[in-house]
C-alpha cells in the first residue's frame, strides 16, 4: 500500500507541476474505523484535495464548514480537524485516524 500511495502522489505532483511550479504539500494515509483506508494530499494554495479511495483518483474542492476543512464531490466527503477526518460516502460515515504523513 505504501508504494501505492507514493505513486499517487507523485502522479498528483506530476500533473500539477504541468500547469505551475512545485508546491509545498503534504500527504497522509489515513486509516478507518470500517477498514477503509485512503490517501488524501492538499497542495499550498489550493482548495481541494486530491484523494486515492478505493483504487480511483478523486478531485475534492474544499466547501466551508464549520471549524474543520470540508472537501466533497459526487457523494464522497471527507472532513478534516487535527490528525483525525470523517469519511462520509454511499451515505455512512466512519472515524478516521492519519496513520502515515509523506
Not at 6 to 16: D, E
Not at 45 to 66: C, E, M, N, S
Amino acid at each position: 500500500m505504501r508504494l501505492k500511495a507514493i505513486a499517487v502522489v507523485g502522479c498528483v505532483v506530476g500533473m500539477l507541476n504541468q500547469a505551475t511550479p512545485a508546491l509545498a504539500q503534504t500527504a497522509y494515509t489515513y486509516q478507518c474505523r470500517d477498514g477503509a483506508e485512503f490517501v488524501f494530499a492538499v497542495f499550498e494554495g489550493r482548495r481541494a484535495a486530491y484523494v486515492q479511495l478505493d483504487g480511483k483518483h478523486l478531485t475534492l474542492p474544499q466547501r466551508i464548514w464549520f471549524g474543520a476543512k470540508r472537501y466533497s464531490k459526487s457523494g464522497v466527503a471527507i472532513t478534516t480537524k487535527g490528525n483525525t477526518a470523517v469519511l462520509k460516502r454511499a451515505g455512512k460515515k466512519t472515524d478516521c485516524e492519519i496513520v502515515r504523513t509523506y
